[in-house]
């Protein structure tokens, strides 16, 4: 601490004493230590070394005379890997479709005024929410037919349908959970002004509650968008067709242990890049609404 000097004493003023006086100290605000290391241009650039370094790695370790080289293995397998990759776009949206859908309903009957249909749509979210997904995949192959006859057409029900079928069950039960909280949100004085308006309350949900929820759910629902689709190369374990099977037998027709580590990274790179702006949408609409709820 700096102590600032004091004019001289009057000694002419009785019981005069010298003070020192603090001199005022400026303090630098503390460094966010979070937005420093989880900014986007900081993990941009340790993503892309850890990649480089593997790459690199491999490829001096692991390449031998005549082979062709680890890009231009991985560049080969690309068009390969984007049809699979698209086969786990499609089956997350479709599983994200459905679920939302079905959330959204199972919500509305979560915060139903009759006990008996609370009670059942409460026990279907936490049943569905609080089961492994993986397990949920099996249920959804083994019980559902391969095919189905409608009108006495018969057609087939392909693996990834299933799949499809089987991801939008814990979207469901997550979705009714956001969608639950976010109605019980809404100030209950709405409701009752509603009421005095001659509303009826499935009125009251649609015109008041809904559109009030949409802002408080969306953070919430592209996060678990990005997490579904990290999730779809569990379908790979059930035999459907997706980014993981085709690098399997991308690996298999190589037939080089030193591409088996390039190739993985190469497909995390393709999740990597689709999820994480999502990630980082979702923590600006966080911020965003955070203060207008």
């Known amino acids: 601490m700096w102590l600032r000097p004091i004019p001289e004493p009057d000694r002419r003023v009785p019981g005069h004493m010298d003070v020192l006086l603090p001199r005022r100290i400026h303090v630098a605000p503390a460094l966010n230590w979070r937005e420093t290391l989880f900014n986007p241009l900081t993990l941009t650039l340790v993503f892309a070394c850890l990649i480089a370094s593997v790459i690199g790695t491999a490829w001096a370790q692991g390449t031998q005379p005549g082979q062709a080289s680890i890009p231009s293995v991985l560049l080969k397998w690309t068009p390969l890997l984007a049809q699979g990759f698209g086969y786990n776009i499609l089956i997350s949206v479709l599983s994200m479709a459905i679920g939302t859908v079905l959330g959204v309903l199972l919500g509305i009957l979560q915060v139903s005024p009759v006990m008996v249909i609370r009670k059942l749509a409460w026990l279907v979210t936490q049943f569905f929410r609080n089961s492994p997904w993986l397990v949920l995949l099996f249920y959804a192959i083994l019980l559902i037919p391969f095919q189905v006859t409608?009108?006495?057409?018969?057609?087939?029900?392909?693996?990834?349908?299933?799949?499809?079928?089987?991801?939008?069950?814990?979207?469901?039960?997550?979705?009714?959970?956001?969608?639950?909280?976010?109605?019980?949100?809404?100030?209950?004085?709405?409701?009752?002004?509603?009421?005095?308006?001659?509303?009826?309350?499935?009125?009251?949900?649609?015109?008041?509650?809904?559109?009030?929820?949409?802002?408080?759910?969306?953070?919430?629902?592209?996060?678990?968008?990005?997490?579904?689709?990290?999730?779809?190369p569990l379908v790979s374990i059930i035999g459907v067709d997706d980014i993981m099977g085709y690098t399997r037998s991308a690996l298999s027709a190589e037939g080089r242990p030193d591409v088996l580590i390039p190739m993985y990274l190469y497909v995390l790179c393709w999740f990597f890049i689709y999820c994480y702006p999502i990630s980082l949408m979702t923590s600006r609409l966080e911020r965003r609404y955070s203060v207008k709820l």
């Open 150 to 232: 409608l009108f006495g057409v018969t057609m087939p029900f392909p693996g990834w349908l299933k799949a499809v079928i089987g991801l939008s069950l814990p979207v469901m039960a997550y979705m009714s959970e956001y969608v639950r909280g976010a109605i019980q949100s809404v100030p209950s004085g709405q409701w009752e002004s509603a009421e005095s308006l001659g509303f009826s309350r499935g009125q009251t949900m649609r015109m008041v509650i809904l559109p009030q929820t949409v802002k408080r759910i969306l953070p919430n629902w592209m996060n678990l968008y990005a997490v579904l689709t990290m999730a779809t």
